[in-house]
């Protein structure tokens, strides 16, 4: 049994959650929500079924949804993408839409995504920043497809 396989079945992601529900705003609460979903993206990352569907079958998705419409700078990842709109970062819009496109393969939260992606991923604002990454490129146009 490797070790992400042992991880899921010891039910350690759930112990992350109340880490996720805290709603103070405070840098320090911030930190340890992002290192939280940090430790989720860890798992995530690999593709890995076993992972995805350990995930599904828990709250995370709601969860980072709320996190990304009630969080602060940090983690509010609607905010980043205007500010990607003013600052182009190519590096950063990439991670941003692969965790958009992640989230678009559940039924619950692609019916939230179609209510709160922002208009910035719908249109061309980033045709120039993704010229010449064809991977986000696809990824967004895959994103759109889903919604």
């Not at 039924?107 to 991977?135: G, H, I, M, S, Y």
């Amino acid at each position: 049994m490797g070790y992400k396989s042992a991880f899921l079945a010891a039910h350690i992601p759930l112990f992350l959650y109340p880490f996720l529900h805290t709603v103070s705003k405070t840098r320090p609460f911030e930190y340890l929500r992002l290192t939280s979903l940090g430790v989720i993206g860890a798992l995530v990352k690999t593709d890995e079924q076993e992972v995805i569907n350990f995930l599904l079958t828990t709250e995370i998705i709601p969860l980072c949804l709320r996190i990304m419409e009630s969080g602060s700078e940090l983690s509010k990842t609607g905010k980043m993408v205007l500010q990607l709109s003013k600052e182009p970062s190519a590096r950063l819009l990439k991670h941003v839409v692969r965790c958009y496109l992640r989230l678009s393969d559940n039924l619950r939260a692609r019916e939230a995504l179609r209510q709160c992606l922002p208009d910035q991923l719908k249109d061309n604002t980033f045709a120039q920043v993704l010229k010449d990454d064809t991977a986000t490129k696809r990824w967004l146009a895959q994103l759109v497809k889903n919604l």
